[in-house]
């Protein structure tokens, strides 16, 4: 059992706090915003991710976590100080704002009174790890020579609790074995891998795999309108080729592209860092072309099969980045509707999980509402819900009948069955029925 305090209750930070107290260690989440620690006391978890919540209250119940926005409170007597800050995209577009790490650094440094090991969970550039001790030197020379740690997240939304518990691998970073020997013990539990290295490796580790990620998603939306193009089927494409086992089936599924909190930032990050050491990261650049032109595309493609867009009713099934969360950071549907609006759409959404007003859009409480008087929907989302949905009563309340495909979700027979026009991402050669079987 260690005695540890995670400085940010975001996304990463909450579930990393929540998930090692129940791993059995005694944790202190300390934030500057005073409303979501009031909230969080309170049992009110400010984000929708599947079992944060019965975590959070469970370790509450047993004192292994708490909440305050009193740093010297938090620091105080802990072996472990995690940095979990949001570290967005700056002003410039291209490289990541490290405002909030430097200030979260800043008030480690003047608080913490005893030794302790500063671990970097926050996604940012290289050379950080080294920065931040710098920092905490400059702060508090008292307690030198600091002892920093990069332990970069690899949490998928939607799946965060789980990958916290049951991580593929844990990567550190740091100056010597003895620091990084003490945090693999806070893992010992969840027998993975662990990968020890030095600090700068361990935060490329992270950029080199969200940007390894973002190029299979934006490969295969490029072979899918080379699909619509040469009236092939991506779905069945994608499913040959991943197969192989070179290959594998992740991340091949064609779609909107990409969005969310990581993705777009820390492509655009790394094409940033390799500009400035003088590299020209070509890939990186059409990895983020082709996620902009997917988007475009969409547009393109339903003006043209409505005739134009000026005066039509868009109906947009699922608005969060994707399933299982109520991200809607760098969402595609967000962009998308914006681009529809900019035209003279009408635009009419529903998500299961997200709630209010989306910027113009009228926001719906059902998926029947939703397609009231539409001319097309558009599937942005691809929550299970929507494969359920009973396209009769949906075309009875439509006014067009055109079915976008944005996620390749849908049974195209049975959108088709009910009067209704199926477009899917890449599907022109779709002639076999839906889904495409596998002959052991």
């Not at 499913?239 to 992740?250: F, H, K, N, S, T």
């Not at 005739?307 to 947009?316: H, L, P, S």
């Not at 759409?345 to 059902?366: L, Q, T």
Request: proline residues 5%; aromatic residues 6%.
């Amino acid at each position: 059992m260690a005695r540890i305090a995670i400085v940010g209750v975001g996304y990463v930070g909450l579930t990393t706090g929540a998930c090692l107290a129940q791993s059995g260690h005694v944790v202190a989440c300390v934030d500057v915003d005073h409303a979501r620690i009031e909230g969080l006391r309170r049992g009110v978890v400010p984000i929708f991710e599947p079992g944060l919540t019965d975590i959070v209250a469970d370790n509450q119940r047993t004192g292994r976590l708490t909440f305050t926005t009193d740093f010297g409170e938090a620091l105080a007597d802990v072996e472990f100080v995690f940095i979990a800050v949001g570290t967005p995209m700056a002003d410039d577009g291209r490289s990541a704002d490290l405002r909030f790490v430097h200030s979260a650094v800043r008030d480690i440094g003047r608080h913490l009174m005893a030794p302790a090991i500063v671990i970097n969970k926050s996604t940012s550039p290289i050379g950080t790890g080294c920065a931040i001790s710098r920092i905490l030197e400059e702060e508090n020379p008292r307690l030198s020579p600091w002892r920093v740690v990069s332990n970069p997240e690899f949490l998928r939304e939607g799946c965060a609790v789980f990958d916290c518990l049951h991580p593929a691998r844990i990567v550190l970073g740091g100056t010597d074995e003895p620091t990084l020997e003490a945090v693999a013990e806070l893992y010992a539990d969840l027998r993975c891998p662990v990968i020890k290295t030095d600090l700068n490796s361990a935060e490329m580790i992270k950029y080199a795999s969200n940007a390894f990620l973002a190029t299979r998603i934006s490969f295969i939306n490029e072979v899918a309108r080379i699909c619509d193009a040469l009236d092939a089927d991506v779905s069945t494409v994608a499913q040959g080729m991943g197969l192989d086992p070179r290959i594998g089936q992740e991340f091949l599924r064609a779609g909107l592209g990409y969005g969310g909190s990581c993705f777009p930032k820390d492509v655009a990050a790394l094409r940033a860092m390799a500009a400035d050491a003088g590299l020209h990261p070509q890939l990186l650049m059409a990895v983020a072309e082709i996620n902009d032109d997917q988007r475009r595309w969409v547009v393109e493609r339903l003006e043209r099969e409505l005739g134009g867009i000026q005066g039509k009713v868009v109906a947009i099934f699922g608005l969060s980045f994707k399933p299982e969360t109520d991200d809607l950071r760098g969402a595609p549907a967000l962009d998308i509707a914006s681009r529809l609006s900019a035209l003279g759409a009408e635009i009419r959404v529903y998500d299961p999980v997200v709630r209010g007003r989306v910027g113009g859009a009228v926001v719906c409480s059902s998926v029947e509402s939703t397609a009231e008087s539409a001319d097309a929907i558009l599937l942005a989302t691809d929550w299970s819900e929507f494969r359920g949905v009973d396209w009769n009563k949906v075309r009875s309340v439509m006014r067009g009948r055109l079915v976008f495909d944005g996620r390749n979700l849908l049974d195209p027979e049975q959108v088709e069955a009910a009067g209704l026009k199926y477009v899917g991402v890449g599907r022109g050669g779709r002639r076999l029925g839906s889904p495409v079987g596998v002959t052991p």
